[in-house]
């Protein structure tokens, strides 16, 4: 190969025809810690056991883009740089849509422009770096506009609407108020399974701690926690049909002390259960803080928060502040709930209309089983595990279960064309720092999956996730606003009948100076179900899939799980098979 072209390529200034012509020789380019480039002949299977591979030439050149680039992918990915190179993919790597999210705003950081759907397109380093574009510092600023406040009010006359509507429906009257807020649709729902009895939509993080805490700081830390994020000072009132969030300048919240004598444990599962029947009206403030300490030296914190007020996203970084504030270290930057859904009302959901509208044109939703009477409303949930390690790497692990499901639903109500349910972060639409807002953005969004003939299985896992990145450009426009302006669905629809879910990371234990706590999630009650959930639980070359149901549907939930998982191994295995005959 001659010198010109793979100077080229590595530089970045080689056109899409002259670096496919390099990539296509059999040669790999390797990028390595101190920026210069190996390139080594691509070896059989055979070669590859019987000696490692040695660098035919390592040449000290490559571009600046290329190698920003790739110390965001690093920092992401959690790779050391010389694990990364040109023609690596991102999600070979191990990347999914959150960690594509995450890179983009780190390249924000470094005043680079890149998009979600961009990273999706353009998989390998070599690619990536060639449309990574400079960004002025207040370019990165530009995008979202300011938002004043009651500036989302609808009344004409805020001070008066003020005066006579939201100060009587708090439960404190002295608050100050500095904002009030539109609710999003999913917020409408915890909040209704918060304010009701017993409480299902309060999550409990319990932090068992193993050493002597420092109470004095640790109660401060909580109220830092709740100054420095508007959405734990913003509490709820009814308004109209829907709700309104209120935000507060300052709240207190004092932690609730118990002393006992016995283990620690049980004792917090149980005030647990019991505070899930105490009443949280609307006006009051939904965050609590409890400790519980024992004679015998065991201490735990409690930290109680609804699902109006917080999503899987921003939690981790929430509980990464709180432990920051108690050691007194750099704490984890966060961005105010009330710009991104300023940014959503004004800019996405306008935005994103005419996009809901050509794809749902014709549609309506996939009801799985209607007619089956629902006895018994226990739930039911079974699951089973996959092995996906033969799947194509350039497909991501939420593509598959999603994927499944739509081929399932289809020989299930035999039908080419199936809509449902999908739960997404709704941050990967066009807002800066998405990853940093505190506040729950998560949405359910519809997915369509129109059978054409001839298809394979690979032909179907490309179509899903063409479809997972046209549509996260979209995601802040809710299901009411799906079925009101883009649909001729029934008014009556609220909800889906299937919903597919991909689980994400938790926080296992946290730091307090010098002491560990260790975490555990206390949910007291269920959710009543309105939906066929499936469930996604990725933990590298494994797939675990949940269906979860009524009791009264079991048997059916478990030939469900049984043809998805079915489905599952041969998109794996068989990605030229055909879908129908």
Same mark, same amino acid.
Request: proline content about 5%; some cysteine.
């Given at each position: 190969?001659?010198?010109?072209?793979?100077?080229?390529?590595?530089?970045?200034?080689?056109?899409?025809?002259?670096?496919?012509?390099?990539?296509?020789?059999?040669?790999?380019?390797?990028?390595?810690?101190?920026?210069?480039?190996?390139?080594?002949?691509?070896?059989?299977?055979?070669?590859?056991?019987?000696?490692?591979?040695?660098?035919?030439?390592?040449?000290?050149?490559?571009?600046?883009?290329?190698?920003?680039?790739?110390?965001?992918?690093?920092?992401?990915?959690?790779?050391?740089?010389?694990?990364?190179?040109?023609?690596?993919?991102?999600?070979?790597?191990?990347?999914?849509?959150?960690?594509?999210?995450?890179?983009?705003?780190?390249?924000?950081?470094?005043?680079?422009?890149?998009?979600?759907?961009?990273?999706?397109? =353009?998989?390998? %380093?070599?690619?990536?770096?060639?449309?990574? +574009?400079? !960004?002025?510092?207040?370019?990165?600023? $530009?995008? &979202? /506009?300011?938002?004043?406040?009651?500036?989302?009010?609808?009344?004409?006359?805020?001070?008066?609407?003020?005066?006579?509507?939201?100060?009587?429906?708090?439960?404190?009257?002295?608050?100050?108020?500095?904002?009030?807020?539109?609710?999003?649709?999913?917020?409408?729902?915890?909040?209704?399974?918060?304010?009701?009895?017993?409480?299902?939509?309060?999550?409990?993080?319990?932090?068992?701690?193993?050493?002597?805490?420092?109470?004095?700081?640790?109660?401060?830390?909580?109220?830092?926690?709740?100054?420095? =994020?508007?959405? %734990?000072?913003?509490?709820?009132?009814?308004? +109209?049909? !829907?709700?309104?969030?209120?935000?507060? $300048?300052? &709240? /207190?919240?004092?932690?609730?002390?118990?002393?006992?004598?016995?283990?620690?444990?049980?004792?917090?599962?149980?005030?647990?259960?019991?505070?899930?029947?105490?009443?949280?009206?609307?006006?009051?403030?939904?965050?609590?803080?409890?400790?519980?300490?024992?004679?015998?030296?065991?201490?735990?914190?409690?930290?109680?928060?609804?699902?109006?007020?917080?999503?899987?996203?921003?939690?981790?970084?929430?509980?990464?502040?709180?432990?920051?504030?108690?050691?007194?270290?750099?704490?984890?930057?966060?961005?105010?709930?009330?710009?991104?859904?300023?940014?959503?009302?004004?800019?996405?959901?306008?935005?994103?209309?005419?996009?809901?509208?050509?794809?749902?044109?014709?549609?309506?939703?996939?009801?799985?089983?209607?007619?089956?009477?629902?006895?018994?409303?226990?739930?039911?949930?079974?699951?089973?595990?996959?092995?996906?390690?033969?799947?194509?790497?350039?497909?991501?692990?939420?593509?598959?279960?999603?994927?499944?499901?739509?081929?399932?639903?289809?020989?299930?109500?035999?039908?080419?064309?199936?809509?449902?349910?999908?739960?997404?972060?709704?941050?990967?639409?066009?807002?800066?720092?998405?990853?940093?807002?505190?506040?729950?953005?998560?949405?359910?969004?519809?997915?369509?999956?129109?059978?054409?003939?001839?298809?394979?299985?690979?032909?179907?896992?490309?179509?899903?996730?063409?479809?997972?990145?046209?549509?996260?450009?979209?995601?802040?426009?809710?299901?009411?606003?799906?079925?009101?302006?883009?649909?001729?669905?029934?008014?009556?629809?609220?909800?889906?009948?299937?919903?597919?879910?991909?689980?994400?990371?938790?926080?296992?234990?946290?730091?307090?100076?010098?002491?560990?706590?260790?975490?555990?999630?206390?949910?007291?009650?269920?959710?009543?179900?309105?939906?066929?959930?499936?469930?996604?639980?990725?933990?590298?070359?494994?797939?675990?899939?949940?269906?979860?149901?009524?009791?009264?549907?079991?048997?059916?939930?478990?030939?469900?799980?049984?043809?998805?998982?079915?489905?599952?191994?041969?998109?794996?295995?068989?990605?030229?098979?055909?879908?129908?005959?």
């Amino acid at each position: 190969m001659d010198e010109p072209l793979w100077l080229d390529v590595v530089n970045g200034h080689a056109d899409e025809q002259r670096a496919a012509k390099f990539f296509k020789t059999g040669k790999l380019a390797k990028l390595s810690a101190d920026g210069s480039v190996q390139i080594t002949e691509k070896k059989s299977a055979a070669a590859k056991s019987a000696a490692p591979s040695r660098p035919v030439k390592k040449i000290s050149a490559t571009s600046a883009k290329q190698r920003r680039l790739r110390t965001l992918w690093s920092r992401v990915l959690r790779l050391t740089e010389e694990d990364i190179g040109l023609n690596d993919s991102f999600f070979r790597l191990g990347g999914d849509s959150i960690s594509a999210m995450k890179l983009v705003s780190e390249a924000r950081a470094d005043n680079l422009r890149l998009t979600v759907a961009q990273v999706f397109k =353009n998989r390998t %380093l070599f690619d990536m770096a060639s449309v990574l +574009k400079d !960004s002025e510092p207040t370019q990165n600023k $530009e995008a &979202v /506009e300011p938002l004043e406040p009651f500036e989302l009010v609808e009344e004409a006359q805020a001070t008066k609407f003020l005066v006579n509507t939201v100060r009587p429906a708090l439960a404190d009257k002295s608050w100050n108020v500095i904002d009030v807020l539109p609710t999003r649709p999913l917020q409408d729902a915890a909040i209704k399974g918060t304010i009701q009895l017993p409480r299902f939509s309060a999550r409990y993080e319990a932090m068992y701690f193993d050493g002597d805490v420092d109470k004095a700081q640790l109660y401060q830390s909580c109220q830092e926690l709740v100054t420095r =994020n508007e959405i %734990l000072r913003t509490v709820f009132i009814a308004h +109209k049909e !829907s709700y309104l969030g209120v935000v507060l $300048e300052h &709240v /207190e919240t004092p932690v609730a002390e118990y002393e006992i004598d016995g283990d620690v444990e049980p004792f917090v599962r149980q005030l647990c259960t019991m505070d899930s029947y105490t009443r949280m009206p609307l006006g009051s403030c939904f965050v609590k803080w409890f400790f519980v300490q024992s004679s015998s030296g065991p201490s735990a914190l409690i930290f109680r928060v609804s699902h109006a007020q917080y999503d899987e996203i921003c939690l981790p970084v929430m509980l990464q502040q709180l432990s920051a504030l108690h050691e007194g270290k750099p704490v984890p930057s966060s961005l105010p709930f009330s710009t991104y859904v300023g940014h959503v009302v004004k800019s996405n959901i306008p935005k994103g209309l005419d996009y809901w509208r050509d794809l749902l044109k014709g549609s309506s939703l996939s009801v799985l089983k209607p007619d089956t009477p629902v006895v018994r409303r226990n739930h039911f949930a079974v699951h089973r595990q996959f092995d996906i390690s033969a799947r194509s790497k350039d497909m991501t692990v939420a593509t598959l279960p999603t994927a499944a499901w739509a081929l399932c639903l289809a020989r299930q109500l035999a039908t080419r064309d199936v809509t449902f349910g999908e739960v997404v972060s709704g941050r990967t639409i066009d807002f800066p720092n998405a990853d940093a807002v505190v506040g729950p953005c998560w949405q359910y969004v519809p997915l369509r999956v129109q059978f054409a003939a001839g298809w394979t299985a690979a032909d179907l896992l490309a179509h899903v996730q063409s479809q997972h990145i046209a549509s996260s450009a979209h995601e802040g426009v809710g299901l009411p606003e799906v079925v009101r302006q883009c649909t001729d669905w029934p008014a009556s629809v609220d909800w889906f009948d299937s919903v597919v879910h991909q689980d994400v990371e938790h926080v296992e234990s946290l730091g307090f100076a010098g002491v560990s706590g260790r975490m555990e999630t206390i949910y007291p009650h269920e959710e009543p179900l309105r939906e066929w959930k499936v469930q996604a639980f990725p933990e590298a070359d494994k797939l675990t899939i949940e269906v979860i149901t009524f009791e009264s549907w079991a048997e059916h939930a478990k030939e469900l799980l049984a043809e998805v998982g079915a489905i599952v191994e041969s998109l794996v295995r068989e990605p030229e098979a055909v879908l129908f005959e």
